[in-house]
Each structure stands twice: as C-alpha cells, then as structure tokens.
T-cell receptor, first 114, second 108 residues
Framework: KAGVTQTPRYLIKTRGQQVTLSCSPI?????VSWYQQTPGQGLQFLFE???????NKGNFPGRFSGRQFSNSRSEMNVSTLELGDSALYLC?????????????FGPGTRLTVL | KNEVEQSPQNLTAQEGEFITINCSYS?????LHWLQQHPGGGIVSLFM???GKKKHGRLIATINIQEKHSSLHITASHPRDSAVYIC??????????FGTGTRLTIIP
C-alpha cells in the first residue's frame, strides 16, 4: 500500500506571495491532518479534514487554510507569506484504532520564504 | 508550562546501551504517540498507546495513565537509532499536541 505523499517537497517563495501544498493520503484513509514544524515552535497542529469537512483547527491565523476533495486528497494554502512561515509542513492520514487515531506521516514540504 | 514535557532533550550513548526517554503530560488524553524523526524530516509512528505496554523489536513503550507519564525504551541501541524521538498526545481526535523532542545520538 502506498504511503502518504506530499508535493512539492521543496518550495522557495518570497514575502507576500501565496503557496498551495498538496497531500495524498493512504488509500482508504479519510482523515488528513496538517502540521507545521519550525525550530522555534516545534511541531504544531494546523487543521484536520474528514470527508471534505474541517473537523479540528489549531491556533493559526486565517492566512492558513485548507480543503479536502472527495478522493480524500487535501491541499493547504498560505496567503500573504511571511518570513516566519518558513517551516516543514507535514501532513498525516489516519485511521481510528482503539482509543486513538494512528497517524501516518508524509515526507513533508520544506517551505522557505525569502 | 507545556502540556507535554519530554526528558532528556539530548541524549548521547554508546552502542549497546539501554535507552530511556520520558514523557509527561498534563491533560486528559485518549492516546499517546511515540514518533521518530530522522534528519531530512520524515516522521514515523512507532507506537500509539492508551494503556499498559507495547513492544516492537528492540523498542518498548509504557504508559501510566494515573501518573500521566510514558517511557520509550530502546534495548541494545544501535547507531541507526540516532534520531529525534517525539511524544505526542491526542484527546480523542486527530489534534495532536507534541513534546519538544529528544535528540538521541548513538556512538559506535
């Protein structure tokens, strides 16, 4: 079974631009979560989509948005990029197991904002 | 105070040593996750626990719900175990809260 894929793997943008990142979950997984990882803040939850609906949201400004398509693929968008948005963006697809959701992570997209 | 605290932040050991990484949390959880991140960024889920103990190869994870504490043990450590180990907790949904990670270096 293919793992979670993310495109692109690397991206360089300038301040003020916008960016769209894509995530394809493991086949059969309907939930996709997005995370931001920075050296200063570590890993932080952005949002989670299930069946095309945002189900959970972290504490990020409205410049960060996402969506999920009927095939469970998800995209996240960051508008008006700031230098502080430089980070590794990870997505994970999950399935429920016992009391929790086992998460399978993609390789990440490394975004650099200049 | 962070909701999830890990210790130590950095750990260097000789090959073959027994390794313990600790995680304490302050919120109610439904599951605790141990993750491994190698240089380059990819994250692998090692364990998801809601009670007791799990073992996979040389890795063992335990959790004490009453004490809100979990440990990750590595037996017979090997240089390929060098990575950052991250504890994360979930409260019944996919929204995980992460510890700051433990950077493990195993010296041959």
């Amino acid at each position: 079974k293919a793992g979670v894929t993310q495109t692109p793997r690397y991206l360089i943008k300038t301040r003020g631009q916008q960016v769209t990142l894509s995530c394809s979950p493991i086949s059969g997984h309907r939930s996709v979560s997005w995370y931001q990882q920075t050296p200063g803040q570590g890993l932080q939850f952005l949002f989670e989509y299930f069946s095309e609906t945002q189900r959970n949201k972290g504490n990020f400004p409205g410049r960060f948005s996402g969506r999920q398509f009927s095939n469970s693929r998800s995209e996240m968008n960051v508008s008006t990029l700031e230098l502080g948005d430089s980070a590794l963006y990870l997505c994970a697809s999950s399935k429920r197991e016992g009391g929790g959701y086992e998460q399978f992570f993609g390789p990440g997209t490394r975004l650099t904002v200049l | 105070k962070n909701e999830v605290e890990q210790s130590p932040q950095n750990l260097t050991a000789q090959e073959g040593e027994f390794i313990t990484i600790n995680c304490s949390y302050s919120v109610g959880i439904s599951a605790l996750h141990w993750l491994q991140q190698h240089p380059g960024g990819g994250i692998v889920s090692l364990f998801m626990l809601s009670s007791g103990k799990k073992k996979h190869g040389r890795l063992i994870a335990t959790i004490n719900i009453q004490e809100k504490h979990s440990s990750l043990h590595i037996t017979a450590s090997h240089p390929r175990d060098s990575a950052v180990y991250i504890c994360a907790v979930g409260a019944g949904n996919e929204k995980l809260t992460f510890g700051t990670g433990t950077r493990l270096t195993i010296i041959p």
